[in-house]
């Protein structure tokens, strides 16, 4: 069974930074794009970033580009986002998802497989 799990999240004041892992495991991900969202309460889920399995192709949302790094270690399974500079209007519950393809996406419905969530709390 595909398990994702998030790590990182916390408390930090306004400009300090976080980095979130995700950890994937039992399953195949050679070949599978990773995404990170977030949702804010009584928000939508939203994209933060997604990553091809080589790294090569990224997506950022734009008000987040900057800001926001997402990176993969494939020998480790390991999803990254580096935060820095975070704003109160980051704080949200931080989701990461895989796909069962290598194609990178912004939509939530197109990700086969999700973590449980991180909170990220940010204050003013």
């Known amino acids: 069974q595909v398990q994702l799990v998030e790590s990182g999240g916390g408390l930090v004041q306004t400009g300090g930074s976080l980095r979130l892992s995700c950890a994937a495991s039992g399953g195949t991900f050679s070949g599978s794009a990773m995404g990170w969202f977030r949702q804010a309460p009584g928000k939508e889920r939203e994209s933060v970033a997604s990553?091809?399995?080589?790294?090569?192709?990224?997506y950022y949302a734009e008000s987040l580009k900057g800001r926001f790094t997402i990176s993969r270690d494939n020998a480790k399974n390991t999803v990254y986002l580096q935060m820095n500079s975070l704003k109160p209007e980051d704080t949200a519950v931080y989701y990461c998802?895989?796909?069962?393809?290598?194609?990178?996406?912004?939509?939530?419905?197109?990700?086969?497989?999700w973590g449980q969530g991180t909170q990220v709390t940010v204050s003013s």
């Open positions: 990553i091809s399995w080589s790294g090569v192709r990224v």
């Open positions: 998802a895989a796909k069962n393809t290598d194609q990178i996406s912004a939509i939530p419905r197109t990700y086969d497989y």
